[in-house]
């Protein structure tokens, strides 16, 4: 697949102008309305990831191709893109609405916001919205914009803030999120480096190295556990064994590079590990019910 679009070159195609700011110590934040609807203008984004975050509201009529999903957006949503998970836009009415993005190290302060489930791929990532709850977004983006456009001595920490309130609005907005407070024992400490690790090796941007951590053993000597102890921490925290975990990210990398890359299905195999091609098919065949060229033809 392509390299990730790095924010240098998202403002190059979007706006032709490089902002002064755009690498500094305190990283990088903008703000921007989303750009009338214009015939013969091109109304879809190119399918790739981003080296950055976006939180978007969006009025109007649209579909979201999201890693392996595609979402429709009926009347409006919020959405979070972030640089783990490819995606594109395709408009098929006038949108308004308005979103920020910012870098990794804009957040860097405040916690590992990668880590929550609404930038994981396996979460959910657009949400269509009430009227009440459009009302909501709006009024957080309008703070962010407030002190964005103000002379606050530490607005960034403020727009940072606004931004952490957009992100936990999501993430009540994601179904099975429980809402007791669990304790974060051993077992979540565990999983939760398991998962780290595990995403750390997607998306797959290269055909020619292949993954090196696969199966649950190479899982648990990686994190100096033993391989029980890693399946039972995972099955405690996830309800599923560890190497159903890692079949089904497997899975959804593979259906991504079938839909949206150009590479044969021998290259698919080899960069996900598997050393023989008859391997991979009956793998992908096993979990989705047809083979990986049935699938890209769809």
Known sequence: ????????????????WLPENIRNDIGHFNMFRLEPYSHGKQTTIPYRRRDFYKIMLVKGHGTVYYADQVIEVKKQALSFSNPLIPYKWEHHEELKGQYCIFNPHFMSNFGNISQYEIFQPSGNHIFELRDDQVIEVEALFQKMELDFNSEYKYKYDSIRSHILELIHFGMKLQPNILTDRQPFNASHRISAMFTELLERQFPIEDSHPKLQVRSASDFAENLNVHVNHLNRAVKETTGKTTTQVIADRLIQEAKVLLKHSNWNVGEIAFALGFTEVPHFNNFFKKHTGSTPLSFRNM
Not at 1 to 16: G, L
Request: aromatic residues 18%; without cysteine.
């Open 1 to 16: 697949m392509d390299k990730p679009e790095t924010i240098e070159e998202f403002y190059k195609r979007k706006f032709s």
